[in-house]
C-alpha cells in the first residue's frame, strides 16, 4: 500500500484549495484514489488557512488527516499552527520567508513566494510553484500527471504562465533535494 | 445543535467543487463551522462527480458525510448513484431533467440547468442557481453569507451575473416548496 497525507497551510489567498484539489486530480490520473478535505473551524478566521489531501492505492476510509507525512507551510503563522502535525520522518516544505528552526524534522526551504512574485511575476500563480517544489521533493504524484491536473483547472489564457510555474517549483524543488 | 450534511451530485463541469467551496464558506460568515470534502475513486472516472460539505454550530469530528440531510443532483446519472444515501425525512433537489419517481423522500424538482443555460444564457452559473435553489429550499446558510461567499470566489466582472443567478435561484426553490 502506497499513501501520502498531505498538508498544505498558509494564508487565504494563496489558492491552497485549488493546490489541493489539483493535487487530488492528479493522484486520480496517476490511477490512485484521493480525498481533498477543506476545514474550517474558529482558525480559519485567524488567518491561517490549510487545505488536506490524501493519495492512497487502496480506499481511503477516514478521509481526515491526522499527522500527514508532507507538510507545505508558506507562511510562519501556519507554521507555528500547523507544523507540530508532521509525522517523525515526514517531508518538510517551507517558503524561504518562515522560520522553521525549531523543526525536529529536516526542512526543505525554497523561495516559492518570491519567485512567483518577482521572477515569474504573477503571485496569482504561487500555488502553482509550490506543487512544483512540493511533487520535486516528494514524488506524491507522477509530473505528467500533475501538469495535466494543472491545466485542466487553470483559466483560460494561462497555461504557458501555469506551465513555467511548474517548472520553477520542479528546479527549486530539485535544488532543495540536493 | 444545528447540523447539516450536503451532498452535492452532477457531472463533471457543473462546478460543484467550487459549489462546495462556497457553501462552506458562507457556513463560517454564518459563525458556523465547517467541512467541505472531495472523494475521488474509481466512480470519479465513470462520470457522476459528488462534493460533500458539513455545516454544524459544533466541532466536526468525522468529515465524511455518511447519510446527508441535504441532496441535490443535476444529472440522472449521478441521482442513481448517490440518491441512496439520503435520510429518511432528508431534502431531494433534482434538476428537472432528472427522473426521481422511485424517491421514498419528497423531491424538490426545478430546472436549474435550463435556466442558467438559456434564461441566463451561461452555462457556468449552473452551480451558482443550484446553491440559490438549495438554500431556499433548505435553509442551510444564510442568504446573506451565500451572497458573500459567491462574490469571493467568483471571477472579478462576473459578480452582476452571478448575483441574478442566485437570484433565479431563489425564486426556483421558493416556487418547489409552494
Redesign the interface.
Known amino acids: 500500500m502506497d499513501k501520502h497525507e498531505i498538508r498544505l497551510s498558509g494564508s487565504g489567498g494563496q489558492g491552497l484549495?485549488l493546490a489541493g484539489?489539483i493535487l487530488?486530480?492528479a493522484?486520480?490520473i496517476d490511477g490512485k484514489?484521493?480525498?481533498?478535505?477543506?476545514?474550517?473551524?474558529?482558525e480559519?478566521?485567524g488567518g491561517a488557512s490549510k487545505a488536506e489531501v490524501i493519495i492512497s492505492t487502496e480506499?481511503?476510509d477516514?478521509?481526515?488527516v491526522r499527522e500527514c507525512d508532507i507538510f507545505l507551510s508558506l507562511t510562519q503563522k501556519s507554521y507555528d499552527q500547523y507544523s507540530k502535525g508532521l509525522k517523525e520522518g515526514g517531508i518538510m516544505i517551507v517558503d524561504s520567508i518562515v522560520n522553521a528552526n525549531n523543526a525536529k524534522n529536516k526542512v526543505y526551504s525554497a523561495p516559492i513566494i518570491d519567485t512567483a512574485a518577482h521572477v515569474i511575476g504573477k503571485a496569482m500563480v504561487t500555488n502553482i510553484v509550490a506543487l512544483g517544489a512540493l511533487v520535486a521533493i516528494s514524488n506524491a504524484v507522477t509530473r505528467e500527471a500533475l501538469e495535466q491536473a494543472v491545466l485542466s483547472r487553470v483559466?483560460k489564457g494561462t497555461e504557458e504562465l501555469n506551465k513555467k510555474a511548474l517548472e520553477m517549483g520542479y528546479i527549486m524543488g530539485e535544488n532543495a533535494i540536493k
Not at 35 to 40: K, N, R
Open positions: 484549495i484539489i487530488a486530480e493522484a486520480i484514489n484521493a480525498v481533498q478535505t477543506q476545514s474550517y473551524g474558529p480559519a478566521r480506499k481511503i477516514f478521509p481526515k483559466p
